[in-house]
């Protein structure tokens, strides 16, 4: 028996067809012979949020939803959380190999080398209103440095692509301590090289008058190991608007960008903010089952439960809870963890929960982390486009250079009107009227 092919009959006309099959897949195109008559226009597959649609091939990150894996280029992301530096994993997710240490110290260099802003970004950012939401501050700060950089047009030459690559990690910290900053009203501190990634965000959220900021190592590192559990996930719904908007060739702030905006809905990266909103309006742990009866009465849902992939258990979400305790040693336990423990507690034990395969994935524990750290919830999305942005710019790199890839652009199943004509006594306009 073969099994690369797969044989197809058309009951329609009787006709055998066969496809050859390669990892798991057969190709969508190979569908158009399969036609009732010359006509035909030929079978497409019909697939709305594409639930079993690749659009790419990745040799990025590994996910085996059922039995909860998730591998940065092969490599374990318990391992990876925690033996390395978040610049270490990005370095590993943009080359496809973990840097030796002269490298790293290169790479460290190199991001370092870009983390001001220009100055004009600064008065860009001066324009919101004092009450934004930072994650839209953030988003449209990004696609303004399209405007700074208009070199970064050039997508096609691989050298420009990772200058630009390098830039835009150097730079989206600096944008998401300066959105903080702007809605608390507190002057803009600017990048500290001295420090490492996260120290360098913090100093740059939290810096008074103090003449050095001093981040708490827990802290910072609990932050890094934040910071590597979101730097990738594969075809999300923000990494596949990253690739459809950049397959048009716009140049990566403006795409980079389109995927933060694509982040920011609630159910994707705007996740970890509703789970806190939703924490609050529990309240305490007594008002629990209560709200469990809601949500399998359809009128809420639980945030932070359920991934579209993971069917088992996030396990991010079990690295995070490790980070948990970490940060909470030293910022004392948060009482929200209690009401989350329980949500978890009931949920896991529910036959609603159980049959739908619902699980917390990262978003469940990682906002009451940050709030424990100091941030507010509004700034919980920012702080997920941070590490994300170098997801989004691995998978763009790799879209560039596979030539398989072009403009993405689905098809539609038709169900409007059919063709149909204006009443014949409609006059016809001409120009004054239209004027
Ligand atoms: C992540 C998410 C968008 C995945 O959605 P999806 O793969 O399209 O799954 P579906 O919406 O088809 O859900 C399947 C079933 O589980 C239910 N369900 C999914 N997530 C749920 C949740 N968080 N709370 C309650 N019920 C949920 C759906 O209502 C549906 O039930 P039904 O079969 O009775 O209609 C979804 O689980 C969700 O909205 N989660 C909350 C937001 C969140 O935490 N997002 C962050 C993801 S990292």
New binding site residues.
Partial sequence: MDNSLLTITDRRTGKNYTLPVDHGTIRATELRQIKEDAEDFGLMSYDP?FVNTASCQSGITYIDGDRGILRYRGYPIEELAEKCRFLEVSYLLLNGELPDEKQLENWIEEVKHHTMLHETSKKFLEGFRYDAHPMGMFVSTVAALSTVYPDAKNVLDPANRRHQIVRLIGKVPTIAAYTYRHSRGFPYVYPDNDLNYAANLMNMLWKMVEPKYVANPVLARALSVLFILHADHEQNCSTNAMRSVASSQADPYLSVAAAAAALSG???GG?NE?VLLMLDFIGKKENVPGYIEQ?KA?KM????????VYKNYDPRARIIKWTADQVFQVTGRSPKLDIALELERIALEDDYFIK?K?YP????YSGIIYQAMGFKPDMFTVLFAIPRTVGWLAHWDEMMRDPEQKIARPRQVYTGQPLRHLPEAKPTLNVAVLV
């Fill in positions: 949020a609630p159910l994707h996740a509703q949500v359809g849902k639980l945030m932070g439960f359920g991934h579209r739908r619902l994935n990262v978003d469940f």
